[in-house]
């Protein structure tokens, strides 16, 4: 499909729908009718774990925009958002629109570097990439290396920013100031309501991602009980 420009980005809703290890939410056939459903009620786009995730909801959602990513562990790094070549290639061939993957400074399985990464995606495969990162200087470095879109995805995530609590907020409109007017500036991480969503988009956002607060059923009521437990 048509990647939506900055302008027609702007002021947008993407939904991830990602369910934990082990819940019955994560059922392809679920992950896909909660993406129909974020599509239907207005969201642009949604963001999605996993090859198998990707291929279902495009199926069932032939022309959604599809921002995809694999998450995978590995002992020799800390990377775990589309962490190597093999990755970006299966979330292409599965289907994504816009491949996200972590673009911090922190070592990739196998001493795979970024630049590199990057520069393949590109070349190889004419990929759109979300930049996942955690600092304005990943970001810009990101922007820098070719990635289209910066999202904050994995502020107070990394070891570096382990002490901070997202949502993102000193980083949005420092990164809005510094980056090009092509390059789609994303919200992503802790956005729990409508309002902080808003927020997001006057600190300079062009487009928020919301997760756990729309289809973390698993997270939302572990919260609720904990919270009246308490």
């Known amino acids: 499909m048509a990647l939506p420009s900055t302008h027609h980005l702007d002021g947008s ?8 290890e082990g819940s019955p939410m994560r059922h392809p056939d679920v992950i896909a009718a909660m993406a129909e459903a974020s599509l239907n009620n207005g969201a642009i786009g949604v ?13 069932r959602c032939p022309d959604a925009l599809i921002i995809g990513l ?12 589309t962490p190597g070549w093999e990755e970006i290639r299966a979330v292409w061939a599965a289907g994504a629109d816009v491949i996200a993957l972590d673009a911090t400074e922190r070592r990739r399985p196998a001493d795979q570097l970024l630049p590199e990464l990057v520069q393949r995606a590109r070349e190889q495969l004419g990929a759109v990439l979300m930049a996942d990162v955690d ?16 999202g904050t995805t994995l502020y107070g995530y990394t070891e570096a920013t382990a002490a901070l609590r997202p949502p993102a907020w000193g980083l ?19 956005i ?27 997270l939302q009521v572990a919260a609720y009980r904990r919270a009246m437990q308490a």
Do not use: M
Not at 13 to 20: G, R
Not at 47 to 59: K, T, Y
Not at 70 to 81: C, E
């Open 13 to 20: 809703l993407i939904v991830s729908v990602q369910a934990p």
């Open 47 to 59: 963001r999605l774990e996993s090859p198998e995730h990707i291929g279902a909801v495009r199926r």
């Open 172 to 190: 949005l409109p420092q990164l809005r100031q510094r980056l090009a007017a092509e390059r789609l500036l994303i919200c992503e991480g802790g």
């Open 70 to 81: 694999w998450k995978r562990t590995f002992a020799d790094s800390p990377v775990y958002i």
């Open 135 to 150: 600092s304005v200087a990943n970001g810009l470095r990101a922007a820098e290396l070719g990635c289209d879109w910066i």
């Open 192 to 218: 729990a309501s409508a309002e902080q969503a808003g927020r997001a988009l006057q600190e300079g956002a062009d487009a928020v991602v919301v997760g756990t607060a729309i289809t973390g059923v698993d």
